[in-house]
């Protein structure tokens, strides 16, 4: 071989090796049907009675090993693993926010649901915390799980009224990211009605002080 070709050869190597390797874009999924359906939910009669509270709800927190939008897995008791080439649009948290509004305004069970930082005022505040979201792969077939805890406040006397901790499993379609995606969703929804239901119970037995009766029956605070 002569040895210029040799040269050649070394030369188309070495660009080979300082060539960039093309990295797989991950693929994004979200939580965004998993509005809960009216239909499920336990609604308050159309005319809310005078002591219905408004709701504020705090953005929902998230344990640890779940404030990422890393898509967790489980293949071993206490052992968390995520997906390569898969996660979420958003972290957990942020992406049920939204959902949590819109299935307490479907319950009609409150004058108004507010989510913070808002300047309004509320009778009562939901606190809530995504426990965990995680596919699980130690049995067939795999399954999604999803647990979320939540505290009903009252504002004036700073009392927790109710709290609950929702645990629901889904089984997966498949045993990829997009089974536990779709598997994800339901438990999403089902959590969001069980939510909904309890949250409503907690406004049946909550009553304004005697001050904020008076007001509204004089017509000086909304809801008359």
């Not at 995520?82 to 949590?100: C, G, H, K, N, Q």
């Amino acid at each position: 071989m002569s040895r210029s070709i040799t040269i050649l050869l070394l030369l188309t190597a070495g660009c080979g090796l300082l060539s960039p390797t093309t990295t797989p874009q991950p693929s994004q999924f979200s939580l965004d049907g998993a509005r809960a359906d009216p239909r499920q939910v336990t609604r308050a009669p159309a005319a809310l009675p005078q002591t219905a509270p408004t709701l504020i709800v705090n953005p929902p927190h998230a344990a640890a090993g779940f404030d990422s939008r890393r898509m967790v897995y489980v293949r071993e008791a206490h052992k968390r693993e995520t997906f390569a080439y898969s996660e979420w649009v958003d972290t957990p948290a942020r992406m049920i926010a939204p959902l949590i509004v819109a299935a307490l305004e479907d319950s009609g069970a409150f004058r108004a649901v507010v989510m913070t930082p808002s300047a309004a005022a509320g009778n009562l505040r939901l606190d809530t915390e995504v426990i965990r979201l995680q596919h699980e792969f130690q049995a067939a077939p795999s399954r999604v799980r999803l647990t979320l805890r939540a505290h009903i406040v009252d504002n004036a006397t700073r009392q927790v009224l109710a709290w609950r901790e929702f645990d629901e499993t889904v089984d997966a379609a498949g045993g990829n990211p997009y089974g536990g995606v779709l598997a994800a969703n339901r438990a999403v929804q089902t959590v969001l009605q069980q939510l909904a239901r309890f949250a409503a119970e907690a406004a049946k037995g909550w009553q304004p002080p005697a001050a904020e009766i008076a007001k509204r029956a004089e017509g000086s605070l909304p809801g008359k």
